[in-house]
């Protein structure tokens, strides 16, 4: 990659998660040095600036590219949890796990949403996400 270009993880992980769905085009050596590209910038700015705050990365909504998306890429694609970028991001996880075994979404915030049932729930499905990324790191 030409790292002197403005580099987005939002539309690369975009791209990424198609590729890192296909058996073939996730070992593919274009889509693999995108992967080790994109686990460089875990937590940094975007280049596009409505993706500038560093709350993308943990906003936790299904239209959003965030953590999750990018790790449950990078790891469909073969990267392996020795690697220091790929441990700053499951940190992430192990350190923000609140005591009730669950995630903040981070958007929309507790506060802001009517329906109190609804946000548990995806609460609980981002939960199950996180622990079936943790599990799988943990069994490579």
Not at 121 to 140: P, T, V
Request: charge should be positive; avoid cysteine; glycine fraction near 2%.
């Amino acid at each position: 990659p030409d790292t002197s270009k403005p580099f987005s993880h939002n539309w690369t992980d975009m791209v990424l998660r198609g590729f890192a769905t296909h058996p073939l085009y996730r070992k593919k050596p274009e889509v693999v040095n995108a992967a080790t590209l994109l686990k460089t910038r875990f937590f940094k700015k975007d280049a596009y600036s409505s993706y500038k705050s560093s709350q993308y990365w943990t906003k936790f909504s299904f239209w959003w590219s965030n953590l999750l998306t990018y790790l449950e890429s990078l790891q469909l694609i073969g990267l392996k949890d020795n690697d220091p970028d790929i441990q700053k991001g499951l940190q992430w996880f192990i350190e923000n796990q609140q005591p009730s075994g669950l995630w903040d979404l981070a958007y929309p915030s507790p506060e802001k949403i009517s329906n109190k049932k609804l946000y548990l729930d995806r609460q609980e499905w981002l939960a199950l996400r996180i622990l079936r990324l943790l599990e799988n790191y943990s069994k490579k």
